[in-house]
Nanobody, 117 residues
């Protein structure tokens, strides 16, 4: 099993920045390859924000490219999401995710990001 604990959400004005962190732990950590972030706004489906493989290749959703940066510290088992140039449409619950080489997916409980105009 893998447990994911997010932190760093909150309220910020448009144009501001936030940094999310997700610390992973558990007996199945050896199998984790991909870690990343998804988000879900009210009334919308969950969408990709950014993911990163253990060797460092990153993938971003179109709506955040150029504004958000994902990074990962494998030694600390932590993935980060630096969010700059935040917009009101970035308001959502942000979920940390981890995917194993065996096809298992794990999710955190989510952290709310609210961007005021």
């Amino acid at each position: 099993q893998v447990q994911l604990a997010e932190s760093g959400g909150g309220l910020v004005q448009a144009g501001g920045s936030l940094r999310l962190s997700c610390a992973a732990s558990g007996s199945s950590m050896f199998s984790i390859d991909v870690m990343g972030w998804y988000r879900q706004a009210p009334g919308k489906e969950r969408e990709l924000v950014a993911t990163m493989r253990s060797r460092g290749s990153a993938n971003y959703g179109d709506s955040v490219k150029g504004r958000f940066t994902i990074s990962r510290d494998n030694a600390k088992r932590t993935v980060y999401l630096q969010m700059d140039g935040l917009k009101p449409e970035d308001t959502a619950v942000y979920y940390c995710s981890a995917g194993s080489v065996f096809g298992m997916e794990y999710w955190g409980e989510g952290t709310l990001v609210t961007v005021s105009s």
